[in-house]
């Protein structure tokens, strides 16, 4: 199998070169199930498990491979058997804060190129789930493009499209029929030999239909969305990374029902250009949009510049960063405290043996 289409450079070739000369191989992630994986590689399609030295030094699971990772790998003849010794630096990577209470990092799928947010063009379509989309996006290293789907269900794509123009200035909008088969060349376009696409975004929205046609046949299973809210199973129940019929690569992905940010403030304010610029132009720098006088996010609001709504996404999103901060700042205390704790009992047992 030709590794280049499949995205391997020289900055990994040269990352790869002290294992090669070890006699190890390379592979790339496809799939993940229960710790394990398949991959390709010049020999095709491996099966393979993590070694024991891997899994020892992982001290996260964002350390554990996930989809779209390059990983060096060694094949045992006699065992008929693929061992992953090392994962290759990641030129990118999408991640999300873990579902629930715990304050740790998902990585979603790595080394991607284009992220097309998927959203439908029914009761789907939901400007402050693409902000959101599109904070993570911008954090991962990768292009955003936003895909509208189901065109042929909604009566207003124009204004649809203006408003998602309005939220993400400069990112590609493609709107199409996936059913229909329509606007599809439009998306081809982004795809190329070497490159890799991830498609994100609410079950239901046709990741898999548009996946299937971009393959050229049913490789993903696809079920019909419920009647009256437009949501969609999890058909597709786990990551999985396609090689396409004219080369690139592109990796579907479940529906995501909560989407929790894992991201800085540079990501935020790369989705939110707008009320930034607007922010630079108020009296004090320290304004809170409120009721500070000379304000120029709240006076383009009162002028209809600026939407109301998004102004109040910009503050919950920067509240909902600011709380994730604050945990993670709390988090490496107690994990500082702990291990200097350990380190004290260590040195008190080292001198009452001393003694």
Known sequence: MNLELLGWNS??????EPYAQDGYSVGR???EYRGEYTLYSELGYLCAKISGKLRHQITNGGDFPVIG??????????EQSTIIYDILPRKSKFS???????????????????????????NDFNLRRIERYLILTWESGANPVIVLNKADTCAFVEQCVAEVAAIAPGVPIIVLSAVLHQGLDRL??????????????SSGVGKSTIANLLMGEERQKVQAVRQGDDRGKHTTTHRELFVLPGGGVIIDTPGMREIQLWATESSVEQTFTDI??????????DCQHSHEPDCAVQNAIEQGILDEQRFFSYQKLH???DYLNQKQKQLKQLNSKSRWKKITKQIR?????LD
């Open 29 to 31: 992630i496809t799939l």
């Open 276 to 285: 930034e610029m607007l922010a630079k132009q108020c009296r004090f720098r």
């Open 319 to 321: 509240k909902e960063l």
């Open 69 to 78: 990772d390059w990983v060096v790998i060694k094949t045992r003849q006699n």
């Open 11 to 16: 900055a990994l070739a040269s990352s790869f």
């Open 188 to 201: 081809t376009n982004h795809i190329q030999p070497g490159k890799t696409v991830a498609m994100l975004g």
């Open 349 to 353: 047992q080292h001198y009452k043996r």
């Open 96 to 122: 999300r804060k873990t579902v629930g209470g715990k304050t740790s990092e998902q990585i979603v799928a790595a080394n991607i190129d284009t992220v097309f947010l998927v959203s439908g063009l029914d």
